[in-house]
């Protein structure tokens, strides 16, 4: 398993941009597959978006797409999460993931195919 620390959430206004950054530790950064999900207030975790190894593949959910770029930097050991024009249907606690394989879009999406977590960053968008 990698250790991971989420980073960047705050309070901005609808409309806005955050980026969130996870940390990982370890030296095989590199081989692992990366995810962004979130938590609303009574809700289950949703997923956003995830990253292959190399970075040549990404996947988002369908209610982020153009609004939400994810990255990473294997040098840096951290995977990104741009947010621009941020609504408050975004507020949520997000969670970064990583696993060691890449997977078909339907596998990505669930919480059980991910094997570690981060302890979350909270992004709050008002209206």
């Known amino acids: 398993q990698v250790q991971l620390v989420e980073s960047g959430g705050g309070l901005v206004q609808a409309g806005g941009s955050l980026r969130l950054s996870c940390a990982a530790s370890g030296r095989t950064f590199s081989r692992y597959v990366k995810a962004w999900f979130r938590q609303a207030p009574g809700k289950e975790h949703e997923f956003v978006a995830a990253?292959?190894?190399?970075?040549?593949?990404?996947y988002y959910t369908d209610s982020v797409k153009g609004r939400f770029t994810i990255s990473r930097d294997n040098a840096e050991n951290t995977v990104y999460l741009q947010m621009n024009s941020l609504k408050p249907e975004d507020t949520a606690v997000y969670y970064c993931?990583?696993?060691?394989?890449?997977?078909?879009?339907?596998?990505?999406?669930?919480?059980?195919?991910?094997?570690?977590w981060g302890q979350g960053t909270q992004v709050t968008v008002s209206s």
């Open positions: 993931a990583a696993d060691s394989t890449w997977k078909i879009p339907a596998e990505l999406v669930k919480t059980t195919r991910w094997g570690s």
């Open positions: 990253i292959s190894q190399s970075g040549s593949s990404t």
